[in-house]
C-alpha cells in the first residue's frame, strides 16, 4: 500500500469512529494485563530509576492506595525492589493524564469504538492541585482515592449502564464549538455529560441521596473532569488506526516527565523518543519555571486528533489562562496545519469560520517544515509530593519524529 493510500485509510478510521461511553470497572477486572503487581503510567517505557520526581510520588501513592506499603519509605523500597511491574498505559489499552498511574484497585471508564469495535479505558478525575496524576501523595490525596473507589465509582457506573450508553464523540465535537480545546478546557463537555447523565443518576439507587449529591459535587467543581474520558475517546481512535503499512500519520504523542515517545501508524508498536521539553506558561503563586518537571502525560492523544494545541483558535478562555492572547491561539492552530494530512470533518472552528481543525500529523510534513506539534499542558513540580504548579504549552522535541522518519524509511519494504 502506498503512503498517499494509507495516509488515507488511517484519515478516515479517525474521523469516522463512533465513540460511546459504555461502562466503568475496576482495572484489574477489565484492563489487558493488570495483575496485582502493576503499576501502569504516562508516556514511553520508564523504570523507576529514570523516573521524575512527579511520577515517582505518583507511584508512592498507588502503593499506599493498594496497601502494598503503609508509609512513603516503604513504598519507595518497594517500588526500586524490582517486586513491582512498571508499563506504559499505552500497552493496555489505557491512557491517564499526567502521571498516568493507574494501579489495580483503581475505577476505569470504559469507551467504545462503536465502528471497529475495540475498547480503551481510563481512570477517573480527582481535581487539580495536589492529586496524585501531578505527584501528591498526602494522606488527603489517598482518602480521595479510596472515596472515588467506594462513592463516585458505584454511582457512575450504575447511572451510565442505566443509560444504555452515551454518544462521546458527539459531546466533544459540541464541545468545541462552545469553547474547549478539549484538552485544558473542558468545561463545556464537562456540562454536556452531566446533562445527558442527569435524568439517570436521579435514578441511581446503590448509595443514599447525600452520597450521590456529592458526586455531582464533585464533578461540578472540576472543570477539567472530561479529559480522562475525552482522552479515553482518543486511544480507541488511536488502536483501530494503527498498523497501517505505508502510513506515516502519528497515532500517539506521550510523555513520562523524561522522554516524550511517538507511535506512527505505519511504523507499528515501535517507540521514538527524545527528551521531554519544559512547558511554558503561568505559575500559581509562589512557584516559577525553577520548580517545574519536564513535560509528562499522555494527554497529548488530543492534539494528535486536531484538539488541544491544534484547537486553540477555537477556545480564546484556555489561550488567556496559560499566558497568551486570542491571536496568539489563531496563529498556533494556523502554524499546525502545515504539518498535518486534513481538516477534520467533525471538529468544526467557529472563529475560522468552522474550518476544520488541522488533523493527522503527518512525519514527512513535521520534517519538510520542521514545525513542531504545540501541545497544551498542565506542569507539575519537580519533586514528588507537591502536586500542580501552573500551566501552559509545550513543543513536541523534533528528534522523535527524526526517528520515526529513519525507521520508516528502513522498513518501509518489509
Known amino acids: ?41 504516562a508516556g514511553p517505557p520508564i523504570q523507576w530509576e529514570r523516573m521524575c520526581g512527579p511520577m515517582k510520588g505518583a507511584v508512592i501513592g498507588a502503593l499506599l492506595y493498594e496497601g502494598l506499603a503503609k508509609t512513603p519509605q516503604e513504598a519507595e523500597q518497594l517500588a526500586a525492589s524490582g517486586e513491582i511491574e512498571f508499563s506504559p498505559n499505552h500497552e493496555h489499552q489505557s491512557i491517564a493524564p499526567m502521571a498516568g498511574i493507574i494501579s489495580p484497585n483503581m475505577p476505569v471508564f470504559i469507551m467504545k469504538n462503536m465502528t471497529y469495535g475495540n475498547v480503551a479505558y481510563s481512570g477517573v478525575n480527582e481535581g487539580q492541585g495536589k492529586c496524585l496524576r501531578f505527584g501528591a501523595y498526602g494522606e488527603d490525596v489517598i482518602k480521595r482515592l479510596h472515596w472515588i473507589h467506594d462513592v463516585v465509582y458505584p454511582v457512575l457506573k450504575e447511572a451510565i449502564q442505566l443509560s444504555g450508553g452515551i454518544d462521546y464523540k458527539g459531546i466533544v465535537t459540541q464541545a ?22 442527569a435524568k439517570y443518576l436521579i435514578q441511581v439507587r446503590c448509595l443514599p441521596t447525600d452520597q450521590i449529591y456529592g458526586v455531582l459535587e464533585h464533578i461540578e467543581k472540576i472543570d477539567m473532569f472530561n479529559i480522562n474520558l475525552t482522552m479515553a475517546m482518543c486511544k480507541s481512535i488511536s488502536d483501530a488506526a494503527a498498523g497501517v503499512p505505508g502510513s506515516t500519520i502519528v497515532t500517539v504523542m506521550a510523555r513520562n516527565g523524561v522522554d516524550f515517545g511517538i507511535k506512527v501508524s505505519g511504523c507499528g508498536n515501535q517507540w521514538f523518543t527524545a527528551p521531554a521539553n519544559i512547558p511554558e506558561g503561568l505559575y500559581f503563586p509562589g512557584y516559577t519555571a525553577a520548580d517545574a518537571a519536564a513535560d509528562i502525560g499522555d494527554s497529548a492523544i488530543t492534539e494528535t486528533f486536531g484538539m488541544g494545541g491544534f484547537a486553540l483558535a477555537a477556545a480564546p478562555a484556555i489561550v488567556q489562562f496559560i499566558g497568551g492572547t486570542y491571536d496568539d ?86
Request: a positive charge; glycine letters at 10%; charged letters at 25%.
Open 176 to 197: 468545541m464549538q462552545m469553547g474547549d480545546d478539549n484538552h485544558n478546557r473542558n468545561k463545556a463537555s464537562t456540562c454536556l455529560l452531566m446533562r445527558e447523565l
Open 329 to 414: 491561539g489563531v496563529k498556533i492552530t494556523q502554524e499546525m496545519y502545515e504539518i498535518t494530512a486534513t481538516e477534520n470533518k467533525n471538529f468544526k472552528i467557529p472563529t475560522l469560520n468552522f474550518k476544520g481543525s488541522p488533523t493527522g500529523i503527518d512525519i514527512v510534513k513535521v520534517l519538510k517544515t520542521g514545525i513542531q506539534p504545540t501541545i497544551t499542558t498542565g506542569m507539575a513540580h519537580k519533586d514528588p509530593g507537591v502536586g500542580q504548579v501552573g500551566a501552559g504549552i509545550v513543543k513536541a522535541p523534533l528528534d522523535c519524529f527524526v526517528k520515526a522518519a529513519e525507521y520508516y524509511a528502513k522498513h518501509k519494504n518489509g
Open 1 to 41: 500500500m502506498g503512503r498517499k493510500e494509507a495516509n488515507e485509510k488511517v484519515l478516515e478510521i479517525m474521523q469516522n469512529s463512533e465513540v460511546h461511553l459504555v461502562g466503568m470497572a475496576i482495572a484489574k477486572d477489565v484492563v489487558p494485563g493488570m495483575h496485582e503487581k502493576l503499576i501502569m503510567h
